[in-house]
Every structure is written in C-alpha cells, then in structure tokens.
C-alpha cells in the first residue's frame, strides 16, 4: 500500500510538536512513535491555525 503525501509541510509539523511537547519523541524515534492521541491533538492545532489565518485574511 502507498504512503499519501503529507498535506502539512515538516517545517510546520516540527513545529506544532514542539508547542505540544512531543518533538523529543518525533527525534527519537521519528513520526511513528508518537501516540495517536498527541498526532490528533496535532492536526486539531493545526486546523485552528487554519481557521485563524483564514479569519485574519477576511478582515480589512
């Protein structure tokens, strides 16, 4: 089975797992070893940052 292409670019997923508290772990053992709790938590952060952007885009 083929992987799917990440819409998140690293940069951005580094990010978030250092605000969340989990990049150690993405070092250590890289993207797989986090827990699906920290991954949902990180695409839930990421679509606030999302929906932030798109709020400042709207205002004049």
């Known amino acids: 089975m083929a992987r799917r292409r990440g819409v998140m ?12 508290g989990f990049y ?6 890289g993207w797989g070893g986090i827990k699906s709790r920290d991954a949902g938590n990180m695409v839930k952060r990421a679509i606030e ?12």
């Open 49 to 60: 940052m999302a929906e932030q952007n798109m709020q400042k885009k709207d205002r004049p």
């Open 9 to 20: 670019s690293d940069h951005m997923k580094e990010e978030i797992a250092k605000e969340l």
């Open 24 to 29: 150690d772990t993405v070092q250590q053992e």
